[in-house]
T-cell receptor
Framework: DTAVSQTPKYLVTQMGNDKSIKCEQNLGHDTMYWYKQDSKKFLKIMFSYNNKELIINETVPNRFSPKSPDKAHLNLHINSLELGDSAVYFC?????????????FGSGTRLTVV | DQQVKQNSPSLSVQEGRISILNCDYTNSMFDYFLWYKKYPAEGPTFLISISSIKDKNEDGRFTVFLNKSAKHLSLHIVPSQPGDSAVYFCAASKGGGSQGNLIFGKGTKLSVKP
C-alpha cells in the first residue's frame, strides 16, 4: 500500500556501469519527479514528467535518462556511472494544478559508485 | 546559487520548549512555501505550507510565519516533542504551489531532548 515506491533502496556499483532505478506511484497523480540529494544535502530537481511528457529537465548530464512508460511510473537510467553520481535519489509525485500540498516522496535510493 | 537558504544545519531543543527553524529565500517570484519533515531512511513528508498572500498559517503545534519584505519564513513547533526530531526542509515554488519544481533548502536537523 506504499504510495510512492522506489527500487532498489540501496545500490552499490562500479564506475562505468549502467544502472536503473524504478519508481511507481499508486496515488493517481499525473506528475512525477526525480530529485537528487548530494553530499551537501541539497535536494535538487532533475526531471519532471506530466502524463508521460517531460516538463522539467534541469542541467543534468545526458548519461541520465528518465523514462515514463505511463503516468504511474518514472524510471531513471544512468549510463557510465561516475563517482560524483553517488547520492540519494528521491522520486516524488503530485497532481499538477491541484492543491498546494506539494509532493509525496518515495523513501529514496542510496546510490554508491565505487 | 541557493534560492532557498537554511543557514542553521542543526538545532537542539529541550522537550516542551519552542523550536524555531528559519529559512530565507532570494527569488521574489516565489509565491508558495512549504516545510517538509524527513526521518532517516525515509523520504521527506509534507508538514505545513503558506501562500505568499498570508503571513501566518497554523496547524496544531506547527505554525509557519512569512515575512515577505524580509524574504524570510520560520517554522515554530510548540511544544516540541522527541518525535519531532528529524531534518526539516524549507521549500518554495512559483505558480501557487500547484506547479512543479519545488526548490529546497539544505535542511535543518532538529534534535528534541527529553
Amino acid at each position: 500500500d506504499t504510495a510512492v515506491s522506489q527500487t532498489p533502496k540501496y545500490l552499490v556499483t562500479q564506475m562505468g556501469n549502467d544502472k536503473s532505478i524504478k519508481c511507481e506511484q499508486n496515488l493517481g497523480h499525473d506528475t512525477m519527479y526525480w530529485y537528487k540529494q548530494d553530499s551537501k544535502k541539497f535536494l535538487k530537481i532533475m526531471f519532471s514528467y506530466n502524463n508521460k511528457e517531460l516538463i522539467i529537465n534541469e542541467t543534468v548530464p545526458n548519461r541520465f535518462s528518465p523514462k515514463s512508460p505511463d503516468k504511474a511510473h518514472l524510471n531513471l537510467h544512468i549510463n557510465s556511472l561516475e563517482l560524483g553520481d553517488s547520492a540519494v535519489y528521491f522520486c516524488a509525485s503530485s497532481l499538477l494544478g491541484q492543491g498546494p500540498y506539494g509532493y509525496t516522496f518515495g523513501s529514496g535510493t542510496r546510490l554508491t559508485v565505487v | 546559487d541557493q534560492q532557498v537558504k537554511q543557514n542553521s544545519p542543526s538545532l537542539s531543543v529541550q522537550e516542551g520548549r519552542i523550536s524555531i527553524l528559519n529559512c530565507d529565500y532570494t527569488n521574489s517570484m516565489f509565491d508558495y512555501f512549504l516545510w517538509y519533515k524527513k526521518y532517516p531512511a525515509e523520504g521527506p513528508t509534507f508538514l505545513i505550507s503558506i501562500s505568499s498572500i498570508k503571513d501566518k498559517n497554523e496547524d496544531g503545534r506547527f505554525t509557519v510565519f512569512l515575512n515577505k519584505s524580509a524574504k524570510h519564513l520560520s517554522l515554530h513547533i510548540v511544544p516540541s516533542q522527541p518525535g519531532d526530531s528529524a531534518v526539516y526542509f524549507c521549500a518554495a515554488s512559483k505558480g501557487g504551489g500547484s506547479q512543479g519544481n519545488l526548490i529546497f533548502g539544505k535542511g535543518t536537523k532538529l534534535s528534541v531532548k527529553p
